[in-house]
């Protein structure tokens, strides 16, 4: 017991010695590299502001482009109600989009652009758009998709049929969300080509197919019955 006693005091001298030499090395380290750990700090809440910074200012250039987009698609809107005195103002609205707008709002603004563009007679211009937007790997596939589907529609009855097959075919398999409109046009296709009995058995298809919009059915329903089918 005696024994026990005499090492204690030992313990906590060993003890202090131990804290006085780790005290002694986190100042020397402290000295040498405390300007370094204040500037990484600093620079840590100097990034998180600027992080929130750069955060704010894209949702107000967003919202500044939802705004601009909005006034655009109205003046469309009022070219394809009739009046095409506002034309001009709607292509130049839409055409700065395409080339200052992120690329959701420019995606859009050219697709708009190119319909607005054929409806007016300019298939050149609205094929130009269709083109850039299909070949844009930063647009979403899904409008990257709906342009080859409007280029193609609008180039069924003059355009190469190996050309309109080739960029149609890919959106017909069941996993595209236009297949159906695209074997419409495929159907379409075959019929200018004089593939009567197929473009039937594809129309037919989709006349009875419950999936598809009740505008397709029909479409496809009353071609079937001026074809005899």
């Known amino acids: 017991m005696a024994a026990k006693r005499r090492e204690a005091p030992l313990v906590d001298i060993f003890d202090e010695v131990d804290e006085e ?36 200012y894209q949702a107000k250039q967003d919202a500044a482009f939802a705004l601009e987009y909005l006034a655009a698609l109205r003046l469309a809107d009022s070219v394809a109600a009739g009046n095409a005195a ?21 995606t859009l603004a050219r697709l708009r652009d ?3 563009k054929a ?3 300019d ?12 070949a844009d790997g930063a647009a979403d596939p899904l409008l990257r998709d ?15 049929p190996a050309l309109i097959e080739g960029r149609l075919l890919p959106l017909a398999t069941a996993s595209n969300p236009w297949h ?12 200018r080509l004089g593939k009567v009995d197929q473009a039937k058995e594809a129309l ?26």
């Open 146 to 160: 709906l342009a080859n589907l409007s280029w193609a529609g609008h180039s069924l009855d003059h355009g190469d």
């Open 86 to 106: 506002n034309g001009p103002a709607a292509s130049a609205a839409l055409d700065r989009l395409s080339e200052t707008a992120p690329v959701g709002y420019r």
């Open 180 to 191: 159906l409109l695209a074997e419409e046009q495929l159907a379409l296709l075959d019929l």
């Open 123 to 134: 298939l050149a211009g609205a094929t130009a758009l269709w083109n850039q937007i299909a």
């Open 21 to 56: 030499l780790r005290a002694e090395r986190a100042g020397k380290l402290l000295k040498r590299y405390g300007g370094l750990i204040v500037g990484l700090a600093l620079l840590t809440v100097a990034a998180a502001g600027a992080w929130q910074g750069w955060r704010w």
């Open 119 to 121: 409806d007016s007679g």
């Open 114 to 116: 190119a319909a607005l």
């Open 204 to 229: 037919r298809s989709l006349a009875q197919d419950p999936s598809a919009p009740d505008g397709v059915r029909g479409r496809a329903s009353g071609l079937l019955a001026r074809l005899g089918g």
